[in-house]
Nanobody
């Protein structure tokens, strides 16, 4: 079992910055993959940025050069700069954990990001 708790969302003006955090109930380094997803009203959930153990970092084209994903032992972060109204969405943290008995995906409750003047 992995519990994930997001924080850091809020209302920000276009061009502003926010940093999202995702606190995990076990060491980040024990997880096989982690990522940030977002879902805007009327749209499908999309992967924004992802980390895999030893693999390349993934960024959606729409956020490359503006968003940075990082982690420490217990928390994953998403630094978001140069925000635009198109970044408005509910942002979710996801983790994939693969103990010997099989893999499972876990989700946080989401944190709202609203970019508006």
């Amino acid at each position: 079992q992995v519990q994930l708790v997001e924080s850091g969302g809020g209302l920000v003006q276009p061009g502003g910055s926010l940093r999202l955090s995702c606190a995990a109930s076990r060491s980040i380094f024990s997880l096989n993959a982690m990522g940030w997803y977002r879902q805007a009203p009327g749209k499908q959930r999309e992967l924004v940025a992802g980390l895999t153990g030893g693999g390349p970092t993934y960024y959606a084209d729409s956020v490359k050069g503006r968003f940075t994903i990082s982690k420490d032992n217990t928390t994953m972060y998403l630094q978001m700069n140069s925000l635009t109204p198109e970044d408005t969405a509910l942002y979710y943290c996801n983790a994939r954990y693969c103990p010997p008995y099989g893999c499972s995906n876990y989700w946080g409750q989401g944190t709202q990001v609203t970019v508006s003047s």
